[in-house]
C-alpha cells in the first residue's frame, strides 16, 4: 500500500514539474521563486520518503522476524513429528523383518513337513503319533484300563491302538491310515482333467483297501466289538470323503468301519471317557445308599441321647432356679433382721436421751433402794 502511494507522490510531482516548465516560459520573473519552492517540496518528499522507508522497513524485519520464528517452530515440530515417524518406522521394518525370518523357517518346517509326508512310512508315523497323543489327551496317559497302543490281537496283527468301552461295546480297534498320493493330484489345481479323473478313482480305491484291512484284521467276533475306526489324521481328506465321496461313506458303513477325523476322534473318545465315568459312579451307588442307611441309624441313637441329655439340662435348670428362689427368700430374711437391729439401736439411743439426769441427782436415794 506505501508503495502505491510513494509511486502516486512521485507521478504527482513529475506532473508538476511539467507544469512549471510551461509555466516558467510565461513568466519569466516568478521562476526563480518557483524553483526554490520546487526544491523545498522535493526535500520534504524525499525527507517523508526516506522516514516511510525507514518504518516499512522497521514493520519488514518485526514481520520477518516473527515469520522466522514461526517457521522454525513449525519447522522443529515437523522435524519432531518425522522422526516419530521415522522411528515407527524402523520399528515397524524390525517387525516386518522378524516376521519375515518366521515365515522363512516356517517355510523350512513346511518343507520338512512336505518331504515327511512324501514317504509312505515316516506319514504312518505322523499319523500314528497324533493318534496317540489324542488319546493321550483324552484318557490320561498310560491309562491301561481304557486304552492300548501297539496291541497285539489274537490273529497276530497289531492294531496302532485299542479302546475298552463299556458293553455292549467292548474293545474297539483304531487304525491310522493317510492316504496322500492322489489326493494330492486330484486337488491340484495344475493338473488336467483326465489325471484328476484317474486320481479320483484311484483314491477310492485306496480309501476302500484301507477299510477292508481294517474290518478283516481288527473285528474279530467273541474277541473285538462288531466295528473298529478308521483315523485320517487330514481334516482336509475327511472333509473331501465327506463331502463328495458318499460312496465311500457308505461302503465304510457296510463294513462297520467308521471313518473319523481328529476332531471327530476327540468327540467320540470323550463320549467313552463320560460313559465309563458314568458306569463307574453307579458301582458306587448301593455302598454310598448303605452307608447313608447306616449313617441314619447312627443318627437316630444321636438324637435319642441328645433328649436324654436335653431332659437332664432341663431338670438340672429347674433345680437351680429353685435352689435360686431359696436363696433369695434367705437374703431377704437377713436384710429384715439387719432392719430390726438398726431400729432396736435407735430407740434405744432416743430414750437414753430422754432421761432426766438432773432429777436423778437430787433423789440419789432411788438407786440405793
Request: charged share 30%.
Amino acid at each position: 500500500m506505501i508503495n502505491y502511494i510513494i509511486l502516486g507522490v512521485l507521478i504527482l510531482l513529475v506532473v508538476l514539474v511539467i507544469y512549471l516548465l510551461f509555466k516558467v516560459r510565461d513568466n519569466d520573473k516568478d521562476s526563480l521563486d518557483m524553483m526554490e519552492r520546487l526544491s523545498r517540496f522535493e526535500m520534504n518528499i524525499n525527507k517523508e520518503i526516506n522516514d516511510s522507508f525507514n518504518i516499512m522497513n522497521d514493520k519488514m524485519d518485526k514481520k520477518l522476524d516473527n515469520m522466522n520464528e514461526k517457521v522454525h517452530e513449525r519447522i522443529d515440530q515437523n522435524f519432531e513429528k518425522t522422526n516419530k515417524t521415522f522411528m515407527s518406522v524402523l520399528e515397524r521394518l524390525s517387525k516386518i523383518d522378524e516376521a519375515q525370518k518366521k515365515i522363512d523357517s516356517l517355510s523350512t518346517n513346511i518343507v520338512s513337513l512336505e518331504s515327511i509326508l512324501s514317504d509312505k512310512k515316516t506319514r504312518g508315523i505322523f499319523g500314528e503319533v497324533n493318534l496317540n497323543n489324542i488319546l493321550i489327551n483324552v484318557f490320561g496317559e498310560k491309562n491301561d484300563k481304557l486304552y492300548h497302543i501297539q496291541y497285539k490281537m489274537p490273529n497276530d496283527t497289531i492294531a496302532d491302538s485299542v479302546v475298552f468301552a463299556p458293553a455292549p461295546l467292548g474293545m474297539i480297534a483304531i487304525d491310522s491310515k493317510f492316504p496322500l498320493e492322489n489326493y494330492r493330484l486330484m486337488v491340484d489345481k495344475n493338473s488336467s482333467d483326465s489325471v484328476k479323473t484317474i486320481a479320483a478313482k484311484q483314491f477310492k480305491i485306496d480309501v476302500k483297501k484301507h477299510i477292508d484291512d481294517i474290518a478283516s484284521k481288527y473285528i474279530i467276533p467273541g474277541v473285538t466289538s462288531d466295528q473298529a475306526m478308521m483315523f485320517v489324521p487330514a481334516e482336509a481328506i475327511f472333509a473331501e470323503i465327506n463331502a463328495y465321496h458318499e460312496d465311500i461313506v457308505t461302503y465304510s458303513q457296510k463294513k462297520r468301519v467308521w471313518l473319523v477325523s481328529p476332531t471327530t476322534l476327540i468327540s467320540t473318545l470323550s463320549m467313552i471317557m463320560m460313559v465309563v465315568q458314568n458306569i463307574e459312579r453307579d458301582k458306587y451307588t448301593s455302598v454310598i445308599h448303605e452307608e447313608l442307611n447306616k449313617l441314619g441309624v447312627e443318627f437316630g441313637r444321636f438324637k435319642e441321647r441328645f433328649d436324654k441329655l436335653s431332659k437332664s439340662i432341663q431338670t438340672v435348670n429347674k433345680d437351680v432356679e429353685s435352689f435360686q428362689i431359696t436363696t433369695d427368700k434367705i437374703k431377704k430374711k437377713f436384710d429384715s433382721i439387719s432392719n430390726v437391729e438398726i431400729q432396736n439401736n435407735n430407740l434405744l439411743e432416743e430414750s437414753l436421751e430422754d432421761i432426766d439426769y438432773e432429777w436423778y441427782g437430787k433423789n440419789e436415794y432411788w438407786w440405793k433402794t
